[in-house]
């Protein structure tokens, strides 16, 4: 019985003492998991890539050949592959999901170490504050960048554009008391303003002028949509403070 030979891919990427391309080791990797045996070339100069480069008329590298056709860069591979290739600038709502979903773990790590029960009045409070202290640190990561982003929409901020440098610390000054109940006479109306203002400056840029834009409450880079999501960070901000205030939370 004839033995059928393995499908043969050409690789071209760069690896120089300074650069190794991480596509080409994810292009690699992907021809592997496929069953190619992959004939790995590595430009090791910059003027081996660029003359490679202008011998195929391509302006990236890793570049991918199979039986004599060239595939293309990682995008293309992965394509060519039958995968799916994310546009960068799709909105996507997983990190604002990832970063409740981090807030809930640590709620409940916290619970377990001061040994109370995990799921309580209690463990809503420590969440939702770990959540604020959360998003304030991705905030925090470019507060220049988050501040712009967070002009296209914030009431606030279009009048006295500081306050989208200042908000960041708001929210992580509010939560962090939240979180130790300390100050909750500062606490409490901090969250109160910066969660009301929010809410309606969501309210009134999604639901009555149905505008589609990018919520900057992972970032400045976020491709979360703004909506219901960001509405819902606010929201739970006056919530925690109301539930504070009222004297529930003692």
Not at 154 to 180: I, N, V, W
């Amino acid at each position: 019985m004839a033995q059928t030979q393995p499908k043969t891919a050409s690789l071209y990427r760069m690896v120089m003492p300074s650069h190794i391309c991480p596509y080409g080791i994810k292009s690699r990797w992907l021809l592997k998991r496929h069953g190619y045996r992959v004939e790995d070339h590595w430009l090791q100069t910059r003027e081996q890539t660029d003359a490679f480069k202008a011998k195929h008329g391509v302006k990236t590298t890793p570049q991918t050949f199979i039986d004599g056709q060239r595939i293309g860069g990682h995008d293309d591979l992965r394509r060519y592959l039958g995968l799916k290739v994310r546009s960068p600038n799709a909105s996507s709502y997983v990190p604002v999901l990832a970063t409740f979903a981090i807030a809930g773990l640590l709620t409940l790590a916290v619970n377990w170490l001061t040994v109370l029960p995990l799921l309580s009045s209690v463990t809503a409070e420590r969440f939702i504050a770990i959540a604020m202290v959360l998003l304030a640190m991705l905030k925090l990561q470019d507060v220049g960048r988050f501040s712009t982003m967070f002009l296209n929409y914030d009431l606030l901020a279009r009048r006295l554009p500081p306050y989208g440098l200042l908000y960041p610390f708001l929210e992580l000054g509010a939560g962090l008391l939240m979180l130790t109940r300390l100050l909750d006479w500062l606490a409490i109306p901090v969250a109160l303003f910066i969660g009301g203002v929010g809410a309606l400056s969501v309210f009134k840029a999604v639901y009555i002028d149905k505008r589609e834009l990018k919520c900057a409450c992972v970032g400045g880079s976020s491709t979360v949509p703004l909506g219901f999501v960001s509405l819902t960070e606010n929201l739970m901000m006056i919530a925690m403070a109301v539930w504070m205030l009222s004297g529930l939370g003692q």
